[in-house]
């Protein structure tokens, strides 16, 4: 089994957030209760309660390349019409989507090319929310970066997130 799904499996949440940090999103008031949602890289399907409950007449399209996930959120979710949940690289869909949810698996696209790819995804007013990793401080622990670098090289500070967005 590949250690990285070894080491996340049968996690509750395969990606960083809350179910508070989704509602935060949806505070803006930007996404409509029947809003057509892509959970891109969706993972076992940790948000789809939160995103359907900000959305109650909303539609789900999850997507994720790893079948073991796909079948967790079948097996809550396989009888809910609101939920389209299959196999696929989460740049497949081709929308429009009010909203692209996507909880820490852009990276796998790029933070530049998947929010220019998520943009012609996008019904007009659409929105799309992410999160990605970045360091906090301007210098972080040399050893602790050399590590990351090594792991995502486009690791870089929050000032080098909002270059990209």
Not at 82 to 91: C, P, T
Request: charged share 25%; proline share 7%.
């Amino acid at each position: 089994m590949n250690p990285f799904f070894q080491l996340h499996s049968d996690l509750e949440r395969e990606g960083p957030g809350d179910r508070a940090s989704l509602d935060w999103a949806f505070a803006t008031g930007h996404v409509p209760r029947d809003a057509r949602i892509l959970d891109a890289g969706c993972g076992p399907g940790a948000d789809i309660e939160g995103l359907l409950a900000n959305a109650p007449e909303g539609h789900v399209t999850a997507r994720d390349l790893h079948r073991a996930f796909i079948d967790r959120v079948n097996a809550v979710w396989g009888n809910d019409p609101r939920v389209d949940a299959k196999v696929g690289s989460m740049s497949e869909p081709t929308g429009p989507f009010d909203l692209v949810w996507s909880a820490g698996s852009l990276y796998f696209l790029g933070v530049e090319e998947g929010l220019r790819h998520f943009r012609t995804r996008l019904a007009p007013g659409g929105v799309v929310a992410f999160s990605e990793l970045a360091w906090l401080v301007d210098r972080p622990d040399p050893g602790l970066e050399w590590d990351m670098r090594k792991e995502y090289p486009q690791i870089g500070g929050q000032d080098t997130l909002q270059a990209r967005v």
